[in-house]
T-cell receptor
Framework: RKEVEQDPGPFNVPEGATVAFNCTYS??????FFWYRQDCRKEPKLLMS???SGNEDGRFTAQLNRASQYISLLIRDSKLSDSATYLC???????????FGTGTSLTVIP | GAVVSQHPSRVICKSGTSVKIECRSL??????MFWYRQFPKQSLMLMAT?????????EQGVEKDKFLINHASLTLSTLTVTSAHPEDSSFYIC??????????????FGPGTRLTVT
């Protein structure tokens, strides 16, 4: 079983739409959670960390559900520039092992 | 923010030759560095984890004699692809991890090296 699983999409949404991605993880002892964004042929860049209490950064909201072992990312008022692949990342308790989901592809359409 | 550099950004080599890729953390000391490989339209696959001064830990299926990792200091790790073959053509990305006393731990990615073996 994979450590982290994501729906690969693709998600094609119109500008202004709200879109949500989910990611499940298998290790209940996982410690830290992140969403990364990767543009085509570029390295991943940290979008936001995910905390148990949930956190928001502008149009982006991340939530963690430890009981069900999933994390989510909500993007409101989608922009064309949001088109990218979104990667869910989970780390072990020691923090030395990072596990990536396969990524969810988002295309925002004019 | 933390900056990680990678060199070279692109390399084309002939089959059978070796290629060395450098990964440097420029403004912080990385406790751990990671090497990933990404094939087109696929996610990153962790190849190995290295801690400064100790041997790298390779993921299952990654040949340690083919992909040599040297982590000489807290700011530099190198990956050498030995006797490269066309199937080794890929996007190689390093990252530097920062393990703090309290989570969340973070890692910062280099810009990647695109290797093409002809």
């Amino acid at each position: 079983r994979k450590e982290v699983e994501q729906d690969p999409g693709p998600f094609n949404v119109p500008e202004g739409a709200t879109v949500a991605f989910n990611c499940t993880y298998s290790n209940s002892a996982s410690q830290s959670f992140f969403w990364y964004r990767q543009d085509c042929r570029k390295e991943p860049k940290l979008l936001m960390s995910v905390y148990s209490s949930g956190n928001e950064d502008g149009r982006f909201t991340a939530q963690l559900n430890r009981a069900s072992q999933y994390i989510s990312l909500l993007i409101r008022d989608s922009k064309l520039s949001d088109s990218a692949t979104y990667l869910c990342v989970v780390t072990t308790r020691t923090g030395n092992q990072f596990y990536f989901g396969t990524g969810t592809s988002l295309t925002v359409i004019p | 923010g933390a900056v990680v550099s990678q060199h070279p950004s692109r390399v084309i080599c002939k089959s059978g030759t070796s290629v060395k890729i450098e990964c440097r953390s420029l403004d912080f000391q990385a406790t751990t560095m990671f090497w990933y490989r990404q094939f087109p339209k696929q996610s990153l696959m962790l190849m190995a984890t290295s801690n400064e001064g100790s041997k790298a830990t390779y993921e299952q299926g990654v040949e340690k004699d083919k992909f040599l990792i040297n982590h000489a200091s807290l700011t530099l790790s190198t990956l050498t692809v030995t006797s490269a073959h066309p199937e080794d053509s890929s996007f190689y990305i390093c990252s530097a991890g920062v393990v703090r006393p309290d989570p969340p731990y973070e890692q910062y990615f280099g810009p990647g090296t695109r290797l093409t073996v002809t």
